[in-house]
């Protein structure tokens, strides 16, 4: 077939438009691709929720490695279980949830997932959410592989449930719940198994198991302590005293807890030897217990105590009399300041016995007073504020709860102090405080709503600004679309035709073209010459390369019709991208707008939410305050009581000292009256018949009790 010169040209343009196409294409993609600088793309709103859904046939992911058991050594993995680690041993629990629960909705928690969700259960129930931490135990102990790690699980469980006041259910899990047999368990097992015994009576059962107690070195101070105690509330005072006696026998105790428990364990085994009369181990014990230590007041009343029974009653008033320097507030104080003038009254000195009763009285009478006016105090509205003050700044509402500080100058709390180391209100303390914080971190969230409506005004302002500049990129990019489109279609007819009528010209390069036009003009210039015989070498030649051209052609031309059809597809496919584009680009406003009003829906779900859950923990707040205020008040009456009776017990002592007062004078009376007539010589009267004209001084110069009822009324009688 001859080629064409006009197609081949049509050809060479239809080639270079290919390639100048397929340039455009690629900067119009560029152009029509949402750009992160126009605000389209809003990761910082992210943790609002994402979107997007998941595609379907992506990779499963990985099964979590088998745990392992909480009774070995484990390794922290996990970036954030060693975080969540940090704050649970720097007793931050409150914090230790929180990155809990935030890492295990970011799939943080890839190798030790179990180890956490321990964690979390223990802080749930610590926090009184028994069921959520309950919850959380069963699905462990359901995954767990080892027998140990499950037996753990349960003592700790069983531990808690007895710390929280429920014996019987500790003791449940423990009797049906832990594999190990009792008389291999640890001690520790046996022991907490005894003390739920002993807390539900069934003192037989107790002293069953007692026999599997195992005495280890490695244990604990505490562990000895404790299984001191146990023995001794089963009436084993003997195996107590010999838990006692290793604990004092250990090695030198350095921290304070140590020697706190060597304190207590002192303690203890003294008052057992003073019970036992064995006075001289008695004394000996008592002096190892530190002067200014927790137990040191019960410690110089035991060891006053010691002495008199000794018949050392001198001896005794010296550690009574240093109690009496110490704060009322204790009972052994109370006790020693009854007990002096009582030393006084053995030894004989009535007066000073009488003055110390007298002087005890006004004491105690003065201290309840006091105590009268710091129950008012204690029920005033601000109480609770004065020793829990809050910082409002909300500068650092995650951070450490500062530690209980009793006012310098509140007398009120100061007077309590003692009280407040008590379990009941520690507890109560230390949910208040939680409690505060939690108001504090919603009332810190609350302060932050209006930025988050300002940041998404701000991207609807952007996206209003872009909005101009987006519809003209819009307008170009479908211009530029409809042309190309318009090019390729024509381009894609022509390609078939080549294909169809093999036009081998179709497809020519630049240089074959060249070539043609050059052959095609020689062609010409000899026919218009018109002479074959005298050109015949010239046409030979032009024949010879024209066969030459066409055979160059023909080898290439498959070659260049699949490298053609292909950029033809490539080209169609960026068109249609192109257009996708475009469509994403007119729809991601509206898309986005709506994104915006849903987040703007969500942050206000999100403040009704939080107001909930404040006014929530307010009505919490208000309702732990008076738990703490009522929890105070009880403590001060029952101090109250407990001062009424001692000062019964003082006003008994001044009537039994003023009635042998009277009682002696009247001897006297009587004895001088008998003289003075024995010398008058008339008859004495009779020593039986009573004196109508005898009249009673009092040493104290008030009228003496009569009887019983006189010395009960006059603890209320405001004297």
């Not at 033809?568 to 406003?589: D, G, H, K, P």
């Not at 987040?599 to 309702?623: N, P, S």
């Not at 009573?690 to 009569?706: F, G, H, Y």
Request: glycine share 4%; with cysteine; net charge negative.
């Amino acid at each position: 077939m001859k080629p064409n010169p006009h197609r081949l040209a049509d050809r060479h343009q239809t080639s270079s438009t290919l390639w100048s196409l397929s340039a455009a294409l690629v900067i119009a993609l560029t152009i029509a691709m949402p750009d992160r600088a126009n605000a389209l793309d809003l990761d910082p709103f992210d943790w609002f929720g994402s979107d997007q859904t998941t595609v379907e046939g992506t990779e499963a992911p990985p099964q979590p490695k088998p745990p392992v058991p909480i009774d070995q050594p484990h390794a922290i993995e996990d970036l954030a279980y060693g975080d969540l680690l940090y704050e649970f041993y720097q007793e931050h629990y409150f914090s230790a949830i929180t990155k809990i629960l935030v890492a295990k909705e970011r799939g943080l928690f890839k190798n030790n997932s179990e180890h956490a969700e321990l964690v979390l259960g223990a802080l749930y129930v610590s926090y009184g959410l028994l069921d959520n931490g309950e919850a959380i135990f069963t699905n462990l102990l359901n995954t767990y592989t080892s027998p140990q790690g499950a037996d753990e699980s349960w003592y700790q469980l069983a531990r808690i449930y007895y710390k929280r006041g429920r014996p019987q259910h500790a003791l449940d899990i423990l009797t049906s719940n832990i594999s190990e047999p009792v008389e291999s368990r640890a001690a520790e097992y046996v022991l907490l198994q005894i003390l739920c015994y002993i807390r539900l009576g069934d003192v037989n059962q107790a002293q069953s198991l007692s026999q599997y107690l195992k005495e280890d070195r490695v244990q604990s101070l505490f562990v000895r302590f404790n299984m001191g105690s146990a023995m001794a509330q089963l009436g084993n005072m003997e195996g107590a005293a010999g838990y006692y006696r290793d604990i004092l026998n250990s090695n030198q105790p350095h921290t304070d807890i140590d020697k706190t428990v060597h304190d207590q364990a002192a303690l203890a085994l003294g008052i057992h030897y003073l019970r036992s009369n064995e006075l001289a181990l008695a004394e000996q014990t008592f002096l190892k217990i530190r002067l200014y230590g927790p137990v040191a007041n019960r410690a110089l009343l035991a060891l006053g105590w010691t002495h008199f029974h000794a018949d050392r009653k001198a001896d005794a008033l010296t550690p009574w009399m240093e109690l009496n320097e110490r704060p009322l507030t204790d009972p052994s104080v109370q006790e020693s300041i009854l007990n002096v003038p009582f030393v006084y009254e053995e030894l004989g000195a009535l007066q000073d016995a009488l003055d110390g009763y007298n002087a005890a009285y006004k004491i105690f009478r003065n201290q309840r007073r006091k105590l009268e006016k710091i129950k008012r105090g204690v029920l005033q509205p601000d109480w609770i504020e004065n020793i829990s003050p809050v910082d409002l700044s909300g500068q650092d509402v995650m951070g450490t709860l500062p530690e209980f500080q009793l006012p310098v100058d509140d007398e009120i709390s100061q007077h309590l102090y003692q009280y407040f180391a008590s379990n009941d209100f520690q507890r109560l303390y230390h949910d208040y405080r939680e409690l505060q914080r939690l108001y504090m971190v919603l009332n810190h969230w609350e302060k932050q709503f209006p930025s988050f409506n300002e940041m998404i005004n701000t991207h609807v302002e952007r996206l209003n600004e872009l909005a101009p500049q987006a519809e003209k990129s819009i307008e170009q990019s479908q211009k530029f679309y409809a042309y190309s489109r318009v090019k390729l279609d024509e381009f894609e007819t022509r390609l078939n035709q080549i294909i169809a009528n093999d036009d081998l010209m179709g497809l020519a390069n630049v240089s074959q073209l060249a070539q043609k036009e050059r052959l095609d003009a020689i062609e010409s210039t000899l026919n218009e010459l018109n002479d074959p015989d005298m050109y015949a070498e010239e046409w030979h030649k032009l024949k010879l390369l024209k066969g030459l051209l066409l055979w160059d052609l023909s080898a290439a031309s498959i070659d260049k019709r699949w490298e053609t059809t292909k950029e033809q597809v490539a080209i169609n496919n960026m068109l249609t991208e192109l257009e996708n584009r475009i469509r994403a680009v007119s729809a991601a406003r509206e898309v986005r707008l709506n994104r915006f009003y849903g987040f703007e829906t969500r942050v206000i779900d999100l403040r009704q939410r939080v107001e909930g859950l404040k006014a929530e923990t307010a009505r919490q707040l208000r309702q732990q305050r008076h738990q703490m205020q009522k929890l105070a008040v009880a403590i001060i009456e029952r101090q109250q009581k407990q001062l009424d009776a001692m000062r019964a017990k003082t006003l008994l002592a001044i009537a039994r000292l003023q009635d042998l007062g009277y009682m002696q004078e009247r001897n006297r009376k009587r004895i001088r009256e008998q003289s003075i007539m024995l010398e008058l010589g008339a008859e004495p009267s009779d020593s039986s018949a009573p004196d109508t004209n005898t009249e009673l001084t009092p040493v104290d110069q008030k009228e003496s009790a009569q009887n019983l009822g006189d010395v009960i009324k006059r603890i209320f009688s405001g004297d």
